[in-house]
């Protein structure tokens, strides 16, 4: 089982920074890449990055592609980063941490979000106009 705690939510203005980290713990994490999620309001779920301590490359979505970068984390054990540069006001959701199973890593990862049992509680990001 995987225990995942993100935070690092809050609120800023359209063209700032925030940095979303994800904690994870449990057995077997070497068998899982990281990966965020992120859900506005009234629209479903959407995969935003992807990582793999054990796989390259990185994925991310279009929408956030040179403006969002997700690493793991040089200073804190099995924690992922997502660090967000750039926002924008459609970048407004709550960002959830996900443990993808390395079955699933590659460039359909986001495909197969039903599949995946792990997730962190959600850290809210709001941007303002």
Sequence with gaps: EVQLQACGGGLVQAGGSLRLSCAASGSRLDEYAIGWFRQAPGK????????????????YADSVKG?????????????????????KPEDTAVYYCVAVPDVFFGSTWIEFKNEYDYWGQGTEVTVSS
Excluded: H, W
């Design 67 to 87: 403006r969002f970068t997700i690493s793991s984390d040089d200073n804190a054990k099995n924690t992922v980063t997502l660090q967000m540069n750039s926002l």
């Design 44 to 59: 479903e779920r959407e995969g935003v990055a992807c990582i793999s301590e054990s796989f390259g490359p990185t994925y």
